[in-house]
């Protein structure tokens, strides 16, 4: 029989070696998209009983349980996160859950790329390709909201302070890997307003 | 006096003549020596040093060759209002043209060339110009290159862009980086003089996030070049010292070498950094050479200065004629004096500043008045000092046409127009000051209105709507000590209005000492010798080279509004944008007209204040960054495979794989008979995918599609259309019913993300009660066709267990399943003709499944088959592709498809315009096949078939071509084609007259070319 091989949108790229950020590509995450009412207080209860916890209802938030996340999305869609190998299974107990509940769930973890940024300037580094404030206070660590990024739409996930994950298209995930590579290319730091150390 | 200046060997033999001064010289480090290159010649300068500086102090005056005469130019200003001398820096792929070398700062190794000069500096062939100037009056060009029509693109325009014209472009592509960069702030200030720091430093007291933007290297503005103390500070001191205040605040962000280009509406502004341009090694540490800096502040605080007016006298362009404020600052910041011997000519008290500063530094220097007195300190000083001054007297004549030699002094009353007595007398240079212009540049670019104010004989800020006061001398406050006290009330109000709630820090106006003015005096004309305009001209607008007599011409033909003088003349254009001209022009059109200045008006603002490179525009996005590219989960296997690309929206797909020796129309038609013969593979990841479920998903479809969808059994598929509104087709594909209330729609590659958009604004804004939701997955799956007579063979070897039979897998069905180790979902549909299975799998497996799928194809001759075979398939078999076959008002009538636009449907997308007159109406264009009458004539893409060809057009034209190959299949070419009641043309031979007066003719046939009864697909 043949063997599944699993090559993730950015598998041929080496670690950048002249970025003054940390890049790399977040392979093997599972995903899915789920649809449901915010109203909706079986869609709800029904979403905690498998997840655990509550969807985040506030927008451009995100809750976390143990390796489980959930990023809002919009007023009817979010974004759960997992360990790739239990994307699978998570799906199917969701659906099960949810049973004849309006809702809809689908297993998208290989749609989008992630590619994660880590260290001091991160920030910055983004905003070299999107008009939001992320040196705002308005952008603390669990912020997620769809931005305009380069070229491309892209979903931002601040996960820590120094800590960035961006979610692209997985089409788009080289086009992003380029502009992030000359975005923090050592030397072309900007750090804003008291960050200049 | 020699002994007063540094003494220097080279500057010697070059000239002379000793002008870099011994003493001071606050900018430069004599102890750091740099070299650089200017017009191919080794300059010597300091750190710190402008290249106009440099060259200046080796006694070079001439800087260029201005636009329209040619005439000798130099150095006027002391930085960005700089009009004259522009250079292009760089070499090769790194010039950038057109900076004023006032603001370009020296170091080891720069290169820098005059413009618009030919052959040389020094002999220029288009000087001829100024000799025949008399016949090149404003609007020259537009009264000489207007006829005959055919001389403009062959004769003009080359001779106008040869002559005239700054500088040049680069010729090779930018090798240096750029970058955007974003930032928000709660108060801009721009302009780091004293206005701009003190602002700066009471906005930041409250904990505002305030930028501080200033176009220098250095900030402080011209605080060293102003007279008074603050306290017992010299002004500079105090500048400097709240410099280092502000720099060191965390919640201040400092841009140096950054000029604020533009300001555009709700203070979004934006600011190019020339971050390297002052260093090279900062590039090859992996800065970027600019960065474009896109401003969003709540509040903005404009201390932009104010810039010294040049004087409308004869020939006051000579190279050693200067603004006084320019002479000042070389002398005080690069120790260089512009001569030994000159004259500061004014009509305010403030150029005495420059009359004293010279006299200190032991140069001699005499003033011309235009007032007949003036008690103001600075004047008395001057006079107390023995400082030669002609008062009620002008410049009327400047002898030397490379230099300043001599300049005739004339006795003046204001508004006299002739000279009665003058005087010559020797001099080498000019200062010369008519007051001070507040620049408007950004208040204006975004809607700010300004006022005439008859003291400063200039425009000020007015009234504003958006958040932003002006400052300073950019506000017309020319005094310290009210500019302090204005700037700090600005700077806290802004940020009080940022920060309600954060306490003022408390302040107290320092005492200010700083000299008493007296009034100035407008003097737009002064008086020339001998006959007006011939050989004396008065520039007022020195880069565009508009004269007085230019300006007074365009009144005298009727260019009443100063907006089409401007374009007449040219006055005020370019990269001066009025800086030193506006003003002056104003006051020449006034007195021509008896108008006042602010009846005639003033011209548009418009950014950039100063020219900003391309590269800062384009930023990060050029080269492989240019075009966001979207790459299937196969792409880097195509490439790999040779493949060549064609563009599907954002996507790149293979159009074809050309083998060793093989070109495009042969790997094409080998890609085709593979497919039918054998079997091919197809990378159809690009497909659009949207899961759609919810109780009301079927009735849901049933309006998005023309032909009905409710009745599609779980397991099944079915094609559809989609119309718009309107009727007309927007979209087609395969959708599947995944479970009773789940479905899988397929869209066009290119229609993926509209048609999500599209099935989301209708649920969202229409059809509110339908519980729908709409997914898109287009990316989660790589997605393959696998097509031909041994497609199942294929699959079988693939894996056994998978049951293709018919019976269990019959065409328009699909299945779940795993074939070895792939997760999969199977449809068996077709797109060729052919016995065909398009297989999806995750897309982070597709590479793995592709090649899995050719391996297990090998021993049946496997092909993949790119973007073009695909098409030629499709058409072979006459199926529609939406946007060849349809041009957005075609529709499913019009192709022939009114089998799937269902009757008994209720109500749908399109229906009831399908109903219209003119949709149903007679002789409409309808979808038919045509043979060319010779078999391997190809007819062109949208060429027109005409109900009767005549000689030359116009033609009655009856129809197009949609779609259009050779068909290796058929051995013969084929076309598919919109005729007017094509339908019921059958076997009709058409003409279609093509370009150079060949007729292909051609016979309507059914779009059905190869395999008619459709039994291939269910083989």
Known sequence: MIEAKYESALANRSEPSNASILIREMNGRGMIDVRGAAADRKFLAAMKSVLGFDLPKVPRSSATWGDVRALWLSTDQWLITCNGTKADELSAALVAALGGLHSLVVNVSDMRAVIRLEGEGVRETVMKGTSIDLTDGDYPPGTVRRMRFAEIAALLHIVEDNVIEIYVFRSYADYVWEFLLKAARKGSEVRLFGNRG | ?1019
Not at chain 2, 205 to 217: F, T, W, Y
Not at chain 2, 224 to 241: E, F, P, Q, S
Not at chain 2, 367 to 396: C, H, K, N, P, Y
Not at chain 2, 765 to 786: G, H, L, M, R, S
């Open chain 2, 1 to 1019: 006096m020699g002994g007063l200046f540094y003494s220097e060997s080279e500057d010697k033999e070059m000239t002379g003549k000793p002008y870099r001064l011994a003493a001071s010289g606050s900018h430069i480090d004599r102890s750091k020596r740099l070299s650089f290159q200017f017009d191919g010649r080794e300059v010597s300068g300091f750190a710190g040093d402008t290249l106009a500086s440099a060259v200046l102090a080796q006694g070079q005056k001439l800087f260029g060759r201005s636009f329209k005469y040619h005439r000798p130019r130099g150095v006027v200003g002391l930085g960005s209002e700089e009009m004259n001398a522009l250079v292009g820096v760089g070499t090769g792929g790194h010039l950038e043209p057109n900076l004023r070398a006032t603001q370009v700062e020296v170091f080891n190794g720069l290169v820098a060339q005059s413009q618009n000069r030919w052959p040389s500096l020094t002999f220029d062939v288009g000087a001829i110009n100024s000799k025949v100037s008399r016949f090149i009056p404003g609007g020259f060009y537009y009264k000489t290159f207007m006829w005959p029509q055919s001389f403009w693109k062959h004769v003009y325009e080359p001779f106008i862009r040869r002559a005239a014209g700054l500088g040049k472009a680069a010729s090779e592509p930018d090798p240096d980086s750029y970058e955007h960069m974003h930032v928000h702030v709660d108060v801009l200030v721009v302009g780091g003089g004293l206005a701009g720091l003190t602002a700066a430093e009471a906005a930041a007291a409250s904990g505002a996030r305030v930028m501080l933007v200033d176009e220098n290297p250095l900030l402080g503005g011209i605080a060293d070049l102003t007279a008074g103390k603050v306290g017992v500070m010299y002004i500079v001191d105090h500048a400097l010292a709240a410099a280092a205040r502000l720099q060191s605040l965390p919640n201040v962000h400092v841009l140096c070498r950054s000029t604020v280009v533009g300001h555009y509406a709700h203070n979004y502004l934006m600011a190019c950094e020339r971050v390297a341009d002052h260093d090279p090694s900062l590039l090859a540490a992996g800065a970027p050479r600019h960065r474009l800096w896109k401003i969003r502040a709540a509040q903005v605080i404009l201390a932009t200065g104010a810039l010294e007016r040049p004087i409308a006298f004869a020939n006051n362009d000579r190279p050693g004629i200067m603004l006084a404020s320019a002479v000042s600052g070389l002398l005080a910041r690069q120790a260089v004096a512009m001569g030994s011997n000159g004259i500061v000519f004014t009509n305010n008290d403030n150029a005495y500043l420059t009359a004293l500063a010279l006299k200190k530094a032991g140069v001699g220097v005499r003033v011309v008045d235009s007032r007949l007195r003036s008690d103001g300190a600075l004047v008395q000083r001057s006079l107390a000092e023995g400082i030669d001054v002609s008062f009620g007297s002008v410049i009327s004549a400047v002898e030397g046409s490379q230099g300043v030699r001599a300049a005739k002094i004339a006795a003046y009353r204001k508004g006299q127009g002739r000279v009665i007595t003058e005087k010559k007398v020797y001099c080498d240079f000019i200062a010369m000051s008519g007051g001070w212009n507040p620049v408007l540049h950004l208040w204006c670019h975004n809607g700010g209105k300004i006022k005439f104010d008859t003291v400063l004989a200039s425009f000020r800020p007015d009234k504003h709507s958006d958040a932003i006061a002006a400052i300073g001398a950019a506000n017309g406050t020319m005094t310290v000590s009210e500019t302090l006290a204005e700037a700090h009330m600005a700077g806290e109000a802004a940020a009080k209005a940022v920060k309600p709630k954060a306490k003022a820090a408390k302040f107290k106006l320092p005492v200010v000492e700083e000299p008493k003015s007296a009034a100035l005096e407008p003097l737009w004309f002064a008086p020339a010798t001998g006959k007006y305009n011939e050989g004396n001209k008065h520039f007022i607008d020195f880069q565009n080279d508009v004269t007085v007599a230019d300006l007074e011409l365009a009144q005298r033909e009727g260019y009443e509004s100063v907006e089409h003088t401007k374009r007449y003349t040219t006055f005020g254009m370019a990269t001066d944008q009025g800086k030193t001209s506006n003003i002056n022009g104003l006051g020449v059109l006034s007195e021509a007209t008896g108008k006042t200045i602010p009846e005639i008006g003033i011209t548009t603002f418009r950014p950039p204040y100063t020219p900003y490179s391309f590269g800062s525009i384009a930023g990060a996005l050029t080269g492989n960054l240019f075009l966001p590219v979207r790459r299937t989960p196969i792409f880097d296997w195509h490439v790999e495979r040779g493949a060549v690309f064609e563009p599907v929206g954002q996507w790149r797909r293979a159009y074809t794989y050309p083998g060793a020796g093989e070109d495009k129309h042969a790997s094409i038609t080998r890609e085709i008979l593979s497919v039918r013969n054998k079997v091919g593979l197809l990378d159809a990841s690009t497909l659009g995918k949207i899961e759609i479920k919810g109780p009301d998903a079927a009735e849901f479809l049933d309006r998005v599609y023309t032909n009905m969808f409710s009745t599609l059994k779980v397991g099944k598929c079915r094609y559809g259309l989609m119309m718009n509104e309107l009727g007309f087709l927007t979209d087609d594909g395969v959708t599947v019913r995944l479970a009773d209330d789940h479905f899988l729609m397929h869209t066009t590659s290119g229609g993926a993300d509209r048609i999500a958009a599209h099935l989301e604004e209708w649920l969202q804004t229409e059809w509110t009660q339908y519980k729908v939701f709409v997914t898109p997955v287009t990316e989660q799956w790589a997605q393959f066709a696998i097509a031909g007579p041994k497609a199942r063979d294929v699959m079988a070897k693939l894996d056994p267990d998978f049951d293709l039979s018919n019976e269990a897998f019959p065409h328009m069905s699909f299945k779940v399943g795993k074939l070895g180790g792939y997760p999969v979902r199977v449809f068996r549909i077709s797109f060729s003709g052919e016995q065909s299975y398009e297989v999806a799998t995750p897309a982070n497996l597709g590479r793995g499944l592709w090649e899995a799928v050719l391996d297990a194809g090998t021993e049946f001759g496997i092909e993949p088959y790119g973007t073009e075979a695909l098409h030629v398939l499709r058409a072979e078999k006459g199926y529609i592709v939406v946007g060849d076959e349809t041009d957005g008002t075609t529709t499913p009538i019009d192709v022939g498809l009114e089998s799937l636009v269902s009757k008994k449907k209720a109500d749908f997308l399109g229906k009831r315009s399908l109903e219209q007159s003119y949709l149903k109406g007679p002789n409409r264009k309808q979808l038919v096949g045509l043979l060319t009458e010779d078999p391997i004539e190809v007819l062109p893409d949208g060429a027109y078939a005409v109900r009767v060809v005549k000689d030359k057009p116009p033609m009655e034209m009856i129809g197009q071509v949609t779609s259009t190959y050779m068909s290796p299949t058929l051995g013969r070419s084929i076309a598919m084609a919109l005729i007017e009641n094509g339908r019921s043309r059958m076997g009709e031979t058409l003409s279609f007259p093509l370009e150079g007066g060949k007729v292909v003719k051609a016979k309507i046939t059914d779009t059905v070319f190869y395999d008619k009864d459709g039994g291939r697909i269910h083989d």
